[in-house]
């Protein structure tokens, strides 16, 4: 199985971006995908995650401007990002859990990341 991820780019702070992550194939052990992102000397922190069922989670500083949708046909996750503001900037990386979406250890499948930078 491998991730792609997609959409980065340049905005300005209070602009938009839609980031997306495309499983190669789903797994049956395969529970759902998360967003993480990691600033320039910064630990990687957990954003957001789907199950394949649709139930999600946030992270506390994204919840509110950020949504996380997932398309089944498609093997795809998609990262809806409004209001962004300035410490949003990171590279963002998606994975894949088999487990619970708020066990962090679980996400053990990677994808490369997607460079997010936003202007102030």
């Known amino acids: 199985v491998q991730l792609q991820a997609s959409g980065g780019g340049l905005v300005q702070a209070g602009g938009s971006l839609r980031l997306s992550c495309v499983a190669s194939?789903?797994?049956?052990?395969?529970?759902?995908l998360g967003w993480f992102r990691q600033a320039p000397g910064k630990e990687r922190e957990f954003v957001a995650a789907?199950?394949?069922?649709?139930?999600?989670l946030y992270a506390t500083a994204v919840k509110g401007r950020f949504t996380i949708a997932v398309d089944d046909a498609k093997n795809t996750v998609y990262l809806q990002m409004n209001s962004l503001k300035a410490e949003d900037t990171a590279v963002y990386y998606c994975?894949?859990?088999?487990?619970?979406?708020?066990?962090?250890?679980?996400?053990?499948?990677w994808g490369q990341g997607t460079l997010v930078t936003v202007s102030s």
């Open positions: 194939e789903r797994t049956f052990s395969a529970y759902g």
């Open positions: 994975s894949q859990t088999s487990q619970g979406l708020g066990y962090i250890k679980g996400y053990d499948l």
């Open positions: 789907i199950s394949w069922g649709g139930f999600t």
